[in-house]
């Protein structure tokens, strides 16, 4: 029988902030998987809305100020949509607790989290706290971690964070150059968290790590120093893949680290196969395969809606395959952001100061042909906001329509008529998936698309998917509590590998799983 398990405190965006406080995070942006609340009372509210309070206005046409909204206390969650299971790979909750009970379980997750620095003038001691920006990464590992304790298991857990080899930092570097990049920061958080120890080791292989490991009783969880500290992890070497497993015995293996499924590392595909038991994807691995790639993998009836899909981002080129793959599976796509700038000179018009080579241009002539020839509604931009110059505050800002970019501008937002055309296409959508900002939304004055897209998307009743990497950094970064609040079905942790998803291809880390 499955052993009660009440150690985690339940999150609300009330307690988050103190939960984060006490467990070493510095502060809490709240994951959206985890802490989520749809809101209404703004679903009658323009397309394009402008966040700039009055004293910041721009002049240009098209602005509207958003008005704020009152919240509710029970807001029903965001669509749950029915989707396929996770990509024929066995899961971690499919495997009998007996046969976890007592199993030392090689757990490798994605901690590679931003830390917030502080000096203490006083003694001249520098700490490091994970920094708010990125704690959803460990909210999101959670649910695997818990499920393991509950089910008795030794519970190893593995991550990179950031890569100190660049630097020419390795695990013999003095203490003061490993710190910025050792994962104690994160086991501190973590033991908050859980609201139980979670140990230390002093690195990822050795005898002093294999001791730790051979002392853990069931239910205790065991954090390995950063294993990019050796160079053999980056290099998928087998020796050091054999070398951790040497050093953790491990008699399961769970990937839980969507963020790093697309690497070839030691740690993602080399130790799994060194493991006789079971190998299978954890509760976030499995929930972001059945949301990427589930969605499209789903049989679809007579009188389902479309499958809508919105891509942003600089390059074109970049996400061709993306594009490529999407054509086949979306019935409307929306492009927006500078990738959509080649589809203006395709058209035979001025794009402004444009980046992408004239090789993008004939690669937006082939999306165009592509798409009618599927039948694909396909929108584009049809204005934009230029700027006289590549700056966050340049001398002049305007709309104007997308044939109308003058030579010297650069578009570095879409306009207020795009937004509109991307909320009516994605009205009667059944499920609609995002993956990049539609503007330079790091500079205020060019945020605004972005904006709009985020609560477009939140207010669709359908269930909506944004793609990691700078996707999911804009949704954090833009919320503002009681004016943007994002509400998705699920928010994606990992940029490159939500995008190999979306190309179609399998990912590494999956291919040394268990088949079901």
């Not at 809490?28 to 209404?40: D, K, Q």
């Not at 030392?104 to 003694?123: C, G, I, L, P, Q």
């Not at 998928?236 to 893949?241: E, I, M, Q, V």
Request: glycine share 8%; net charge neutral; aromatic share 6%.
């Amino acid at each position: 029988m499955r052993r009660a398990l009440s150690i985690l405190p339940r999150l609300t965006r009330e307690n988050a902030s103190q939960v984060f406080s006490r467990a070493g995070v510095s502060a809490l942006t709240a994951s959206s998987s985890v802490i989520t609340t749809r809101r209404e009372g703004i679903r009658n509210s323009p397309a394009y809305v402008s966040f700039i309070e009055p004293e910041q206005k721009m002049s240009a046409p098209g602005f509207v100020q958003f008005a704020r909204f009152s919240t509710q206390s029970e807001a029903p969650q965001p669509a749950q949509p029915k989707v396929s299971s996770a990509s024929g790979v066995k899961k971690l909750l499919d495997i009998p607790i007996e046969d976890l009970t007592n199993a030392t379980v090689f757990v490798r997750v994605d901690f590679n989290v931003s830390y917030d620095k502080v000096r203490d003038e006083a003694t001249g001691k520098t700490t490091y706290t994970v920094s708010h920006d990125s704690s959803a990464r460990i909210l999101e590992s959670l649910p695997t971690i818990r499920h393991l304790i509950d089910c008795g298991a030794k519970v190893v857990l593995a991550s990179h964070l950031s890569d100190p080899g660049k630097k020419g930092i390795t695990i013999d570097s003095p203490p003061e150059a490993r710190a910025p990049y050792s994962l104690a920061p994160v086991a501190q958080a973590l033991s908050g968290l859980l609201q139980t120890e979670v140990k230390m080791a002093p690195d990822c292989i050795g005898p002093e790590t294999a001791e730790m490991v051979a002392k853990l009783q069931p239910g205790q969880v065991l954090l390995l120093e950063n294993v990019r500290f050796h160079a053999g992890e980056q290099a998928n070497d087998p020796k050091f893949a054999q070398a951790i497993q040497d050093t953790v015995k491990a008699t399961a293996f769970v990937n839980d680290a969507f963020g790093t499924a697309h690497r070839a590392h030691a740690s993602v595909i080399g130790v799994a196969p060194l493991i006789q038991g079971h190998r299978a994807a954890g509760v976030l691995m499995a929930k972001e395969l059945k949301y990427l790639d589930g969605i499209f993998q789903t049989p679809r009836k007579e009188g389902d809606g479309p499958i809508g899909a919105l891509l942003g981002g600089a390059k074109v080129s970049s996400k061709l395959p993306v594009i490529t793959h999407l054509l086949n599976r979306v019935q409307t796509l929306a492009i927006g952001g500078a990738m959509a700038l080649p589809f203006v000179r395709a058209s035979g018009y001025c794009a402004g100061v444009c980046e992408e080579p004239e090789e993008a241009t004939e690669i937006a002539r082939q999306v165009l042909a592509q798409s009618k020839e599927k039948n694909v509604n396909l929108i584009l931009p049809v204005d934009y906001v230029v700027a006289s110059s590549f700056s966050e505050n340049p001398d002049d800002v305007k709309v104007v329509a997308a044939t109308e970019i003058p030579p010297n501008y650069y578009a570095l937002d879409i306009g207020p008529k795009t937004c509109e055309l991307i909320s009516d296409a994605f009205a009667n959508c059944s499920a609609v998936v995002w993956n990049g900002p539609v503007g330079r939304f790091e500079w205020p004055k060019f945020a605004t698309g972005t904006k709009s897209v985020i609560h477009i998307l939140s207010q669709l009743p359908c269930a909506t998917v944004a793609g990691g990497g700078e996707t999911s950094t804009a949704i954090e970064q833009l919320r503002e509590p009681g004016v943007l609040e994002p509400s998705f079905t699920h928010v994606s942790t990992g940029g490159g590998a939500s995008l190999e998803v979306l190309k179609g291809k399998t990912l590494p880390a999956l291919k040394v799983l268990d088949k079901v």
